[in-house]
């Protein structure tokens, strides 16, 4: 009996032993053929990673610098800190116990070529906590640890810049099952691109272009809420995160696709008045600037025409002439020392009198074209249109022989006509610009032949430079706000000086100034507050600080009994007249001080002076930089008075330079503009 029973025990250990290794072969079956990672962990780590198929996981394979649910804690059903899981394509950021967010992974399909350039080598995935929230910055194969924000990496740059993926928008799932999406975007941090911020941009990308152009970037990103409540044993896949966006932004799925709705959410911000600071931006001193007008001269010639012409040929022989131009001593017309170098300039100017014609387009309606404004402080491009148009010297109808392209819009026209008020909006001008710019393409030969470079414009008002920064970036641009921030390009552009004519019937009313002996004020200005400079200038020295400074938010009044301007008067009794930039950085005032004999004092960083390639401003000028208005009385008593005399006597002599005619005469403004005009295409042959 014993016997038989240790028999059975035999077959009954051997049947158990038998079943005991089944089930372990179909556990290690089982365990080799459902899960990517052929280990034991991953069947009891609490957090695993499940994929949906063998391509899916085969893309998303650890890496170095990756996060690996298999190194991941299997004893604890707590989440841990800097963990990232994955279910069903998404991945969420956790912290702690804390779920912070949930984002779509990317379908990256079943490429080699894919799988090769996106194995994650050239980014790592990474969350950082600060301050209890989650602050990620999203970016394409890029990795910065020196970065104070820490960064989620995406893959390889390469050939995977438009990844197959469908949103970066925050799930919202059905049934344990995250919404499908239909279309491809990219995530793309780009801090390069001109917002100079860091921030993500959000971009939507056809499927069948993934090297279409990027639209501009999202205003405001949106940021992480990591206010979810702690949670044990939860299904992370079906969490979706809280985001807050700008207050502008209806859903954080609205992202922005064309940069005039980013200019309206700008322009939608109220203005808050706060207390002027001066920017920290760099200045470029009149040194800085000869150096670059000398280097960019060569950088901007113009490139060759389509087909060659006459023309071409003569601005060829102008240009050998002019530099090579004989040496001119004691010219009873031209005082050496305002210029830079006045045996070219002389020349230069002979030749513009012989050689030099120009072309005026007919197209264009009135008043945008072809009507001048010659009163107020934009008379210059009105001036000069009307000049133009009546000269019997310089215009020609064939247009095969001009050497340059009179572009005849008024830019404050423009603006009276087309503008919406408070729309802050300038797009429609400049289409109406874009629109003239094609008729006389499809109408004429000459824009195509050279995109513009021989065509030029003449505008002072302040919106000029931008709404033609793009569509005329070609031309010659004649502009009166010449700023050096603001696209004006040295070798290209003109400094077109800002006039204020009083009276059309005789510009040259009130010309002239008092005798230095009864100029009894050391510097004067009255004018408006405009920009975040002249506030400044009067918090130093305004009102009755010092009787030697008149400076002035308010005009002054004429007294009773006498009928002369006492704005004007001032200036003529005045050793120094203040030009302080407003709004932009030109001032009326610059060619007034000249105007009325009195030395010009330019406050005005990055401002270029007009006929800036010609003239020596610093042998008759003063300029003073922003930041050192509170010292500007110091400045001005440390100019010796020999040196004063010296200043004094070179304006009255550059006095003829600046001056309207209602016939234009030999060196005046009209003749000086289009000068510059033609030393600049000269220059670029």
Not at 47 to 57: L, P, T
Not at 120 to 128: A, K, L, Q, V
């Amino acid at each position: 009996m014993v016997q038989g029973l240790r028999s059975v025990c035999r077959i009954e250990t051997r049947l158990l032993s038998w079943l005991i290794g089944m089930t372990l072969l179909v556990i290690v079956s089982f365990q080799y053929f459902e899960f990517p990672y052929e280990s034991f962990n991953s069947l009891l780590s609490a957090g695993k990673v499940s994929v949906e198929d063998e391509n899916r996981s085969s893309n998303v394979s650890s890496t170095p610098n990756s996060v690996d649910a298999s190194q991941t804690n299997s004893s604890s059903s707590a989440v841990n800190d800097k963990e990232l899981s994955s279910a069903d394509g998404n991945f969420t950021i956790t912290s702690g116990d804390k779920v912070n967010s949930t984002f779509t992974l990317p379908d990256i399909g079943n490429s080699t070529e894919h799988n090769e350039n996106s194995n994650m080598d050239s980014g790592t995935e990474r969350s950082s906590e600060k301050n209890g929230t989650m602050d990620d910055n999203f970016s394409l194969g890029s990795e910065d640890d020196d970065e104070a924000n820490q960064t989620l990496s995406l893959g390889n740059t390469g050939n995977d810049a438009s990844l197959n993926q469908t949103s970066l928008s925050p799930v919202e799932s059905s049934n344990g099952e995250s919404d499908k999406q239909t279309n491809n975007s990219t995530v793309h941090n780009d801090d390069s691109s001109g917002n100079g911020d860091g921030k993500e941009s959000f971009t939507q990308e056809n499927a069948k272009s993934p090297s279409a152009d990027f639209p501009p970037p999202f205003p405001a990103p949106p940021t992480i809420d990591s206010s979810v409540e702690k949670t044990k044993n939860v299904d992370l896949s079906r969490i979706s995160p809280q985001i807050s966006v700008a207050p502008n932004i209806t859903s954080p799925t609205s992202f922005i696709s064309n940069q005039s709705e980013v200019d309206k959410l700008h322009d939608s911000v109220p203005e808050v008045r706060r207390k002027p600071v001066m920017p920290t931006q760099g200045v470029y001193s009149i040194a800085d600037m000869n150096r670059l007008l000398i280097q960019n001269r060569a950088m901007h010639q113009s490139e060759k025409p389509r087909w060659s012409s006459v023309a071409d040929e003569e601005l060829l022989n102008a240009k050998s002439q002019i530099e090579n131009a004989p040496i001119v001593e004691n010219d009873p017309e031209l005082y050496a020392p305002l210029y830079h170098n006045v045996s070219m300039f002389k020349r230069s100017y002979e030749l513009m009198e012989k050689l030099l014609k120009v072309y005026i387009y007919k197209e264009g309606d009135r008043p945008i074209f072809h009507t001048p404004v010659l009163k107020g402080i934009y008379a210059s491009e009105g001036w000069f249109m009307k000049l133009l148009q009546s000269s019997k010297t310089f215009l020609t109808k064939d247009g095969k022989k001009a050497h340059l392209f009179y572009l005849p819009f008024s830019s404050r026209i423009l603006e009276e006509q087309l503008y919406v008020v408070d729309s802050h909006s300038h797009q429609n001008l400049i289409q109406h610009l874009k629109d003239y710019l094609g008729i006389i393409g499809g109408k004429h030969p000459f824009w195509n032949r050279t995109d513009g470079a021989d065509h030029f414009l003449v505008a002072c008002h302040d919106w000029a430079p931008s709404e033609t920064r793009k569509i005329m970036a070609k031309c010659i641009r004649a502009l009166c706000n010449s700023d050096v921030k603001e696209g004006y390009i040295f070798g290209k552009d003109v400094s077109l000086p800002e006039t204020m004519v009083h009276n059309a019937e005789n510009p040259l009313q009130f010309l002239g100034g008092n005798p230095i002996s009864s100029r009894t004020t050391l510097a004067f200005f009255a004018g408006q507050m405009h920009g975040y400079l002249r506030p400044i200038l009067i918090e130093h020295w305004g009102g009755e600080k010092d009787p030697d400074m008149r400076i002035s938010d308010q005009l002054p009044k004429p007294k009773k009994g006498r009928k002369t301007n006492m704005y004007i008067q001032s200036m003529k009794t005045s050793k120094y007249c203040i030009c302080p930039r407003g709004y932009e950085v030109n001032s009326p005032r610059i060619v007034e001080a000249i105007f009325f004999e009195c030395v010009p004092v330019i406050i005005s960083d990055n401002f270029v002076p007009p006929f800036f390639e010609i003239l020596n401003w610093e042998s008759f000028a003063v300029f003073v930089k922003e930041k050192d208005v509170p010292n500007l009385k110091k400045i001005l008593l440390s100019i010796p008075e020999k040196r004063y005399l010296q200043m004094r006597m070179r304006v009255k002599k550059i006095q003829k330079h600046f001056l309207w005619h209602k016939k234009p005469v030999k060196y005046d403004i009209f003749h000086m503009i289009l000068h510059s005009i033609w030393y600049k295409r000269v220059f670029q042959m």
